[in-house]
């Protein structure tokens, strides 16, 4: 089994957080002088999470470059509206090719 195929062990779900929560650990870090390690561990969050919480959170304010949340978003949506489009195009290739076949007989 490859690192990629492992599983995670009993009891480790994946927390989830909701906007709020990110908000308040984000605003706690940027409003104050605490490092986010230490915020990290007094919410009991990974600093990892919260590190990328804050960093996507200081694109969203224009402190520094990258993609907003909003245009994240939108690439997502519009990554997979042109998956289903290029779907939708190849059943249309197949059943034309389908339908110049059946009627040529």
Same mark, same amino acid.
């Given at each position: 089994?490859? /690192?990629?195929? %492992?599983? =995670? @062990?009993?009891?480790?779900?994946?927390? =989830? $957080? +909701? %906007?709020? $929560? %990110?908000?308040?650990? #984000?605003?706690? #870090?940027?409003?104050?002088?605490? @490092?986010? !390690?230490?915020v990290a561990h007094d919410l009991g969050i990974g600093a990892t999470s919260l590190g990328n919480w804050v960093r996507q959170a200081r694109i969203d304010r224009g402190?520094? @470059?990258? /993609? +907003? +949340?909003? *245009? =994240?978003?939108?690439? #997502?949506?519009?990554?997979? *509206?042109?998956? %289903?489009? =290029?779907?939708?195009?190849?059943?249309?290739?197949? !059943? +034309? !090719? $389908?339908? #110049?076949?059946?009627?040529?007989?």
């Amino acid at each position: 089994m490859s /690192l990629m195929e %492992k599983e =995670r @062990p009993p009891g480790r779900a994946r927390r =989830r $957080f +909701t %906007k709020e $929560f %990110k908000a308040d650990a #984000v605003a706690l #870090v940027l409003d104050g002088e605490r @490092p986010i !390690a230490h915020v990290a561990h007094d919410l009991g969050i990974g600093a990892t999470s919260l590190g990328n919480w804050v960093r996507q959170a200081r694109i969203d304010r224009g402190e520094k @470059p990258g /993609l +907003t +949340t909003e *245009e =994240r978003s939108e690439l #997502v949506r519009l990554r997979r *509206e042109n998956s %289903k489009l =290029r779907m939708e195009r190849e059943l249309l290739k197949r !059943a +034309t !090719a $389908f339908w #110049v076949q059946e009627s040529g007989q």
